[in-house]
């Protein structure tokens, strides 16, 4: 659906972005993480159109978004800060986007009254956006980019400030966008929304993607393992399978080594395995690790 290859982007003699390439599919939601200041929201800004790059291209089914005429009506954009007249209501704010962007009258009400029942916004209508909480307004700002039906829908740092019921309620509205065959590629901070709105993730460094992995990629890394610390070359000998009948797969990172049974196993087997092996370690201990353990060692690894 969208191809970002090789884009660099500088503002006043700085390289923000320096070659971030990436692929989305359609019907896909793609997070990209990173640290402040990294150019998530520039590598938005330039997906969108709203800046130019210095260098590279995007393909969106295959078209370079600088031969379509109308890129706004294939890509959408969710900004962290959304402008909204604070003073309209939300109907009279809806009908006024509409207007602005062509929709003929009949068309744009159905179009809202479409995204109103989607949105659960029917009881916020006639009231001020200036009395909306957080969540309602991003509701509305959502909405509003979906007036012109894109096809790929860009959000920076949706879950900012969002109460538990507000993120719950994104995650609704993101599964419906996706079962609708959407392209949803968003930033943010948050493993929280990362683990549970994402089917793929992109972490930006260096002003590139060093790292894109599914989240089935990096949830087949949460299983139940052991972990074991010892000197290296007795985690190097357990990580050769060295004659245990266990049938498992290991890995080292750092100075512990984790050792991931093909099937469930208790701690007890393992210890006795290792001692008649003559493999003493300093301790071994069972491993639940959590998303935030595997994204973060993934992450490590990939900026090594």
């Known amino acids: 659906m969208i191809q970002i290859n ?91 986007l509409s207007d602005c962007i062509g929709l003929e009258k009949s068309v744009g009400r159905n179009r809202i009254k479409q995204l109103v029942e989607m949105f659960k916004m029917s009881e916020y209508l006639n009231k001020f956006v200036e009395t909306y909480s957080r969540g309602m307004k991003q509701r509305l700002a959502i909405a509003s980019v979906l007036l012109g039906n894109p096809k790929i829908i860009l959000m920076d740092e949706p879950t900012t400030n969002l109460d538990i019921d507000a993120k719950e309620n994104l995650r609704e509205i993101l599964l419906k966008l996706k079962n609708s065959g959407k392209t949803i ?28 992995k599914s989240l089935n990629e990096l949830r087949a890394k949460m299983d139940r393992m052991f972990l074991i610390t010892g000197n290296i070359e007795t985690l190097n000998a357990i990580k050769g399978h060295y004659d245990l009948k266990i ?7 750092k100075d512990k080594l ?35 353990d595997v994204f973060t060692k993934e992450a490590e690894l990939c900026q090594m």
């Not at 390289?15 to 150019?39: D, F, K, R």
């Not at 049938?247 to 990172?253: G, R, V, W």
């Not at 007890?268 to 301790?283: A, D, I, R, Y």
């Open 6 to 96: 090789n884009l660099h982007k500088s503002y006043d003699e700085k390289l923000i972005l320096n070659g971030a390439t990436l692929s989305v599919a359609q019907g896909e939601v793609y997070g990209i993480v990173g640290g402040n200041g990294v150019g998530k929201t520039t590598l938005l800004d330039v997906i969108a159109g709203i800046t130019r790059a210095n260098l590279g291209e995007i393909r969106v089914s295959g078209k370079d978004t600088r031969t379509i005429e109308s890129v706004p009506n294939i890509i959408g954009y969710v900004q962290d800060a959304s402008v909204v007249f604070q003073y309209m209501t939300g109907e009279e704010y809806m009908n006024f």
């Open 185 to 212: 590629i968003f930033t943010t901070n948050s493993l929280w929304a990362v683990e549970n709105y994402c089917d793929r993730v992109g972490l930006l460094a260096s002003g590139q993607i060093v790292m894109d």
């Open 247 to 253: 049938d498992y797969s290991t890995e080292i990172y």
């Open 258 to 292: 984790f050792l991931k049974p093909s099937h469930y196993v208790p701690i007890t087997v393992v210890m006795e395995e290792l001692k008649q092996n003559s493999m003493v370690v300093e301790s071994i201990k069972e491993h639940l690790p959590t998303f935030k």
